[in-house]
């Protein structure tokens, strides 16, 4: 009997001891901390559910980090029957946050646990004209990406819609795809790297490569080298990969000399550069003339904006890197290009399509008259001024009115009259093709020019006219004949032509959406939401780069007290530029509750309010 009791006794003697440990080793001793969700959108709200220690707390605190381990938020919480929530916004990097739990009294946090900040481009405003447009693009532009194993390597790229370089990457129509493909393509570097490879030990840049690695270039092409210029530019902004920007660098000063060096290109009277008469910026003479470039020379406004931007994109790489004194040198040979190519090309309404150098006779047809799609270019790459822009958008307007033709899209208007001549071609007759044929990208451009430059209501109008054109038609080819009609120039003709897509993409997100790079990776961004220029009560963007973390999410809501906005960005600053509605006055704007110096900008009639502001997080109020 003594010996069961001595048992019994010790057997309970080692449940006490194992029970003793096992409190501490419990979720009765740390708690419970969890997330409704495991992944968030930046803006989302996390809601966080506590459970409390055995000890039964009436209060707890959480802390809130970043990837970086950088707080963004501290909250206490009061627990009722020993549970408690707190709820607050994700924002700031992308990537794994922490949330930490500490109990009242304790000098190390309980628990810990972990969420994913992810972020993917888009609109969301319930308007089926703006919300749509970027997964129609994203899904449509995706049959025409191709990646190839090329003799040299990997090359990674989206096709022209109509080449007959069916199985080829011509430059121009992937880099101008840029602004649609840099939001979901993650291989953003491997094509640049195989078209610099095979660089002319003259600076000269290929056309295009082919899939087995051979290469080729248009004679009178003048543009190919800002081409690659911008492509390297816009590619480096969505990576932010500065080593690969370094070894890039001197290949496109090779290429800038040559072009402004080769007697073919380069204009020494007017220290501009010179092309072959063509159709604006396409790759034939206007009559058939086959000298390669050599001579038959005039000044296209269209060569003029993108070697301009080219200049300026130069001045913006170097200055991110470092090397102030290459960046003062090419925002000098920036500003000296421009004054030089506006002074010759402007004529008081609209740049002209180009001025020749070589006498060239177009009868009794004045080619002055003619508004060339080059214009939209040289509004959205900085070449005109803000009268000059608006005037532009306006002639474009006007035109459409007195043509009646279905969008304001041409290629020319008017294109050369077929009595000259010049084709017998009938895609190249007047009103096809580059002859005053309708172009998706001329349309994107011209939409983008009118949002930024006190058009805001005008560039709305072209949006929606080009959503309700893809519902109709299923796509955007390369180009329509006036009255809407596809025109087919090859038998490789397809409706995702990139180079007119992503104009559009550009238009919505940049110029509705108001997100702009001042750059790489939205370091710093512009933030000019053009939302008032709509009935529209509230609106979620998001703008980001697939090949990197760079990304700026916001909400903007418009209240009969003013404008609202919360955001979340991936950088450091960020310019706020809010159009605000017709007639409005600003009574107060204040950021995260508190009062902030502001400035108004005008834009023609529309004005907007300017704000400075951190670029990872904030809620900024203009009470109107």
């Given at each position: 009997?003594?010996?069961?009791i001595?048992c019994?006794?010790?057997?309970?003697?080692?449940?006490?001891?194992?029970?003793?440990?096992?409190?501490?080793?419990s979720?009765?001793?740390?708690?419970?901390?969890?997330?409704?969700?495991p992944?968030?959108?930046?803006?989302?709200k996390?809601?966080?559910?506590?459970?409390?220690?055995?000890?039964?707390?009436t209060?707890?605190?959480?802390?809130?980090?970043?990837?970086?381990?950088?707080?963004?938020f501290e909250?206490?919480l009061?627990?009722n029957n020993?549970?408690?929530?707190?709820?607050?916004?994700?924002?700031?990097?992308?990537?794994?946050?922490?949330?930490y739990?500490?109990?009242?009294g304790?000098?190390?946090?309980s628990?810990?646990?972990?969420?994913?900040l992810d972020?993917e481009?888009g609109?969301?405003?319930?308007?089926?004209?703006f919300?749509r447009?970027f997964?129609?693009?994203?899904?449509?532009m995706?049959l025409?990406?191709r990646?190839?194993?090329?003799?040299?390597?990997?090359?990674v790229?989206y096709?022209?819609?109509d080449?007959?370089?069916?199985?080829?990457?011509w430059?121009?129509?992937?880099?101008y795809?840029?602004?649609g493909?840099?939001?979901?393509?993650?291989?953003?570097?491997?094509g640049?790297?195989?078209?610099?490879?095979v660089?002319?030990?003259?600076g000269?840049?290929?056309?295009?490569?082919?899939?087995?690695?051979?290469?080729?270039r248009?004679?009178?092409?003048?543009?190919?080298?800002y081409?690659?210029?911008l492509?390297?530019?816009?590619s480096?902004?969505?990576t932010?990969?500065?080593?690969?920007?370094?070894?890039?660098?001197?290949?496109?000063?090779?290429a800038?000399?040559?072009?402004?060096?080769d007697?073919?290109?380069?204009?020494?009277?007017?220290?501009?550069?010179?092309?072959?008469?063509s159709?604006?910026?396409?790759?034939y003479?206007?009559?058939?003339?086959?000298?390669?470039?050599?001579?038959?020379?005039v000044?296209?406004?269209?060569?003029?904006?993108?070697?301009?931007?080219?200049?300026?994109?130069?001045?913006?790489?170097y200055k991110?890197?470092?090397?102030?004194?290459?960046?003062?040198?090419?925002?000098?040979?920036?500003?000296?290009?421009r004054?030089r190519?506006?002074?010759?090309?402007?004529?008081?309404?609209?740049?002209?399509?180009h001025?020749?150098?070589?006498?060239?006779s177009?009868?009794?047809f004045?080619?002055?008259?003619q508004?060339?799609?080059?214009?939209?270019?040289?509004?959205?790459r900085g070449m005109?001024?803000?009268?000059?822009?608006m005037?532009?958008v306006?002639?474009?307007?006007?035109?459409?009115?007195?043509?009646?033709?279905?969008?304001?899209?041409?290629?020319?208007?008017?294109?050369?009259?077929d009595?000259?001549?010049?084709?017998?071609?009938?895609?190249?007759?007047?009103?096809?093709?580059?002859?005053g044929?309708?172009?998706p990208?001329?349309?994107?451009?011209?939409?983008?020019?009118?949002?930024?430059?006190g058009?805001?209501?005008?560039?709305?109008?072209?949006?929606r006219?080009y959503?309700?054109?893809?519902?109709?038609t299923?796509?955007?080819?390369v180009?329509?004949?006036?009255?809407?009609t596809p025109?087919?120039?090859?038998?490789?003709?397809?409706?995702?032509?990139g180079w007119?897509m992503?104009?559009?993409?550009?238009a919505?997100?940049?110029?509705?959406?108001?997100?702009?790079?001042?750059?790489a990776?939205?370091?710093?961004?512009?933030?000019?939401p053009?939302?008032a220029?709509?009935?529209?009560?509230?609106a979620r963007?998001?703008?980001?780069?697939?090949?990197?973390?760079?990304?700026?999410?916001?909400?903007?809501?418009r209240?009969?007290?003013?404008?609202?906005?919360?955001?979340s960005?991936?950088?450091?600053?960020?310019?706020?530029?809010?159009?605000l509605?017709?007639?409005?006055?600003?009574?107060?704007?204040t950021?995260?509750?508190?009062?902030?110096?502001h400035?108004?900008?005008?834009?023609?009639?529309?004005?907007?309010?300017v704000?400075e502001?951190p670029?990872?997080?904030g809620?900024?109020?203009?009470?109107?």
């Open positions: 009997m003594r010996l069961i001595l019994f006794l010790a057997a309970v003697g080692f449940a006490s001891a194992q029970n003793a440990p096992r409190a501490t080793i979720a009765g001793h740390y708690g419970t901390l969890t997330t409704d969700h992944v968030y959108r930046p803006l989302d996390v809601t966080v559910n506590i459970g409390g220690r055995a000890a039964k707390d209060t707890a605190k959480i802390r809130v980090a970043d990837p970086n381990q950088k707080t963004y909250g206490d009061r627990l020993n549970q408690g929530s707190i709820t607050f916004p994700a924002t700031g990097a992308l990537g794994v946050h922490y949330i739990l500490w109990w009242p304790e000098k190390k946090y628990r810990y646990v972990n969420f994913r972020a481009t609109i969301e405003s319930g308007d089926r004209d919300d447009i997964p129609f693009t994203r899904d449509a995706q025409g990406r990646d190839y194993q090329t003799p040299r390597g990997r090359f790229g096709i022209s819609a080449t007959n370089h069916f199985d080829g990457i430059l121009r129509d992937w880099i795809s840029l602004p493909y840099r939001h979901w393509e993650r291989e953003m570097l491997c640049l790297d195989r078209f610099l490879e660089q002319g030990a003259n000269m840049v290929p056309d295009g490569i082919e899939r087995n690695g051979k290469t080729w248009v004679g009178l092409e003048s543009d190919v080298e081409i690659m210029t492509g390297v530019w816009r480096w902004q969505a932010g990969d500065d080593a690969w920007l370094k070894k890039a660098l001197p290949k496109l000063e090779q800038l000399a040559y072009i402004q060096s007697p073919k290109h380069w204009d020494p009277a007017s220290k501009l550069i010179k092309r072959q008469h159709c604006d910026t396409w790759d003479d206007i009559d058939g003339a086959t000298d390669q470039g050599a001579g038959r020379h000044l296209a406004t269209c060569d003029q904006s993108g070697y301009y931007q080219a200049f300026d994109a130069m001045s913006q790489m991110s890197l470092g090397d102030q004194a290459a960046a003062e040198k090419w925002a000098k040979e920036a500003a000296g290009y004054e190519a506006v002074k010759i090309l402007w004529d008081g309404t609209k740049f002209q399509h001025v020749h150098i070589d006498k060239i177009h009868g009794d004045d080619e002055t008259k508004l060339a799609m080059g214009n939209t270019w040289a509004v959205t005109s001024d803000r009268a000059q822009a005037s532009v306006d002639e474009y307007r006007r035109r459409q009115k007195e043509t009646g033709d279905a969008y304001p899209w041409w290629s020319l208007q008017p294109g050369y009259p009595r000259l001549g010049y084709w017998k071609d009938a895609f190249r007759l007047q009103g096809g093709y580059a002859n044929g309708l172009m990208w001329v349309g994107g451009e011209l939409a983008r020019a009118a949002l930024q430059n058009r805001e209501e005008y560039g709305v109008e072209l949006i006219q959503a309700d054109h893809l519902r109709r299923g796509g955007a080819q180009w329509y004949f006036p009255d809407g025109g087919f120039r090859t038998t490789n003709e397809v409706n995702y032509a007119g992503a104009q559009w993409v550009e919505l997100l940049e110029g509705l959406g108001g997100v702009k790079d001042l750059s990776v939205l370091r710093q961004a512009e933030i000019s053009r939302w220029a709509t009935p529209l009560r509230q963007v998001t703008y980001r780069y697939a090949a990197s973390d760079g990304y700026f999410s916001y909400e903007w809501r209240t009969a007290q003013g404008i609202e906005m919360d955001y960005g991936a950088g450091e600053k960020a310019t706020m530029r809010i159009l509605p017709p007639g409005a006055t600003v009574r107060a704007v950021l995260d509750g508190k009062t902030v110096p400035v108004m900008d005008a834009a023609g009639p529309s004005r907007y309010v704000v502001a670029g990872a997080r809620r900024l109020v203009v009470s109107l």
